[in-house]
């Protein structure tokens, strides 16, 4: 197959940042896709309605297409019911967004302690929220190659427990163990990202350290990149793509300490078209992309159709976004061989 036409597909979890980024980064998803869960991790985070409106205005400014901005809260242990409620009875937030404390860019303001949420995960369910949960143990004994399993045993078992009607997002997942939990749940399923389908921890790691390479849930070994490969290409209804797009200037990521983050909202979608027609599954990628999301999270399917073309040649890829504050893009190690038709 050379050609592929797709509904539109959407995001289901991207981070824009605020200010002058904006411009930079927005027209990329926008460009791409038809929808997006927009991530409210900004200084001070996104706590209440209002605040996520006024950073939905922010955003549209930069918007030409008709990407829809499905706007999220920052779940603090201070979240009052009825800041909640009002924020979503009056359509400002579409989902609450779950960072344990110190997990990754900007959880300071995150959970420490389930127990201490349990009466708005209760409101949640009651009122079919849907829960996106950043996926790590963020105890300091345990290894960071290791947190998003301990998650799933300490935490989210409990929360799955408790809260059997909970519509939960386990985002952005990196383990065999995460894909075999979801299987096995009755109300969780997943977002995967472009990069952790495309790389594994060799590839940040070996032969020199590749801090662009460097995001959190950290890349993990080849089995379970494998695993998550075969879970997105079967096309389960349970499984959909959250890019992750994470933008951190240059020189934040080649840094003694850089940030966690990768962006690849530019090329997502041709690197996804790529990893399904390596493995002879383009025929499921429209669920990946543009269904499954979708369908969880209760909403009509996009009227665009988007076609892809495969070149003779591999794509060439921009290295760097943006002029004054410059962003590397990310770019696996394979041939990308997918491009829009229209180009
Ligand atoms: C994200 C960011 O930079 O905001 N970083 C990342 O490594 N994925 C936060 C997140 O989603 O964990
Ligand atoms: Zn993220």
New binding site residues.
């Given amino acids: 197959m050379n050609k592929i036409t797709l509904i539109q597909p959407d995001d289901w979890?991207v981070?824009f940042r605020d200010g002058d980024i904006l411009k930079t980064v927005v027209p990329e998803t926008d460009k791409n896709f038809g929808k997006c869960i927009v991530?409210p991790?900004l200084v001070p985070p996104i706590i209440n309605g209002q605040m996520a409106n006024e950073y939905k205005k922010r955003i549209s400014k930069f918007l030409k297409n008709n990407l829809n901005l499905l706007m999220t809260i920052y779940l603090t242990e201070n979240l009052k019911k009825h800041t909640l409620i009002n924020a979503y009875k009056t359509k400002q937030v579409f989902a609450v967004k779950l960072y344990p404390l110190g997990?990754?860019?900007?959880s300071e303001n995150g959970i420490k302690d389930v127990e201490n949420i349990i009466e708005i995960l209760s409101t949640m369910e009651e009122n079919d929220i849907p829960l996106l949960i950043?996926g790590e143990d963020t105890n300091p004994e345990i290894d960071i190659f290791d947190r998003e399993k301990s998650f799933l045993d300490k935490v989210l078992t409990k929360i799955t427990q408790n809260f059997p009607k909970l519509r939960i997002t386990l985002?952005?997942i990196t383990t065999k163990e995460a894909v075999q939990f979801i299987l096995s749940s009755k109300n969780v399923v997943g977002s995967i990202t472009p990069h952790h389908l495309a790389s594994n921890r060799n590839e940040m790691l070996v032969g020199g350290i590749r801090p662009h390479l460097?995001?959190?849930p950290i890349l993990k070994r080849d089995i379970h990149q494998q695993e998550l490969i075969k879970i997105a290409i079967s096309g389960n209804k349970k499984f959909f793509l959250g890019t992750?797009s994470?933008p951190?200037e240059i020189k934040l990521k080649e840094n003694e300490c850089g940030?966690?983050?990768?962006f690849n909202a530019p090329y997502s979608l041709q690197i996804i078209t790529q990893i399904f027609d390596n493995h002879n599954a383009l025929n499921k990628l429209e669920n990946f992309v543009s269904i499954n999301g979708t369908k969880h999270y209760k909403l009509p399917n996009n009227k665009k159709k988007v076609s892809l073309k495969k070149f003779k040649n591999p794509i060439k890829f921009n290295d760097y976004l943006g002029s004054k504050i410059k962003f590397k893009i990310y770019k696996p190690q394979f041939s990308i061989f997918w491009d829009y038709d229209n180009k």
């Fill in positions: 979890h981070h991530m991790n997990a990754t860019t900007n950043h985002e952005h460097y995001c959190l992750d994470a951190h940030c966690a983050g990768v």
